[in-house]
């Protein structure tokens, strides 16, 4: 039994034969039921006392960081095991509104690109390699891209070749400065 049954009814056939012809009765077990559920379910104030305790639970459906973090203390006060099959948007973060602007000849566009562990900041200037970045990204395979535009003079000192550990930038934004060259 898995969630592919879920709404089926659990039971068995009784088929007695009458005058050559059979007779069959479907009978109900007492089997759990599954039961997926959405997001929008722990919206509502009473939603723990809809759970019911021999049933089967999943929770399924595509929330932003921000809803899973507010998620997360539902579904530790979920008063039975329920399976997380919630899945996390995720979004190219811009981080200047004059990013929309076409890049100039002498500038480039790189992105920090970061898996939780290890930052590196490659150009991305041809739509070929953000093209890669970006469904590499959408596939799950970095925690963020965030995308600066700089003056292609300073594309030396960004380390495209190479991974800094990322550590050294949790508490400081002076730090993603001089990483990507930046000099404002």
């Known amino acids: 039994m898995d969630f592919n049954e879920e709404g089926d009814e659990k039971g068995f056939n009784l088929v007695t034969m009458e005058k050559r012809a059979p007779l069959i009765e479907?009978?109900?077990?007492?089997?759990?039921?599954?039961?997926?559920?959405?997001?929008?379910?722990?919206?509502?104030?009473?939603?723990?006392?809809?759970?019911?305790?021999?049933?089967?639970?999943?929770?399924?459906g595509e929330v932003t960081k921000d809803e899973y973090e507010a998620l997360k203390k539902h579904l530790k006060a979920f008063p039975v095991p329920i399976l997380n099959k919630l899945t996390v948007k995720r979004d190219i973060r811009v981080r200047d509104d004059k990013m929309t602007e076409d890049i100039k000849e002498d500038e480039a566009l790189i992105g920090i690109i970061s898996n939780a562990l290890w930052l590196t900041a490659p150009?991305?200037?041809?739509?070929?390699?953000?093209?890669?970045?970006?469904?590499?990204?959408?596939?799950?395979?970095?925690?963020?891209?965030?995308?600066?535009?700089?003056?292609?003079?300073?594309?030396?000192?960004?380390?495209?070749?190479?991974?800094?550990?990322?550590?050294?930038?949790?508490d400081s934004p002076e730090l993603y400065k001089e990483f990507l060259g930046i000099r404002r």
């Open 123 to 170: 150009d991305l200037t041809s739509a070929y390699e953000y093209e890669a970045f970006r469904k590499a990204y959408a596939q799950g395979h970095f925690v963020a891209i965030i995308l600066y535009k700089i003056k292609k003079s300073d594309l030396d000192s960004c380390p495209d070749e190479g991974r800094v550990d990322v550590d050294e930038f949790k």
């Open 26 to 60: 479907f009978i109900e077990t007492p089997a759990r039921q599954f039961q997926t559920l959405s997001p929008e379910f722990f919206a509502q104030p009473d939603w723990i006392s809809m759970v019911e305790p021999r049933t089967i639970y999943r929770i399924k």
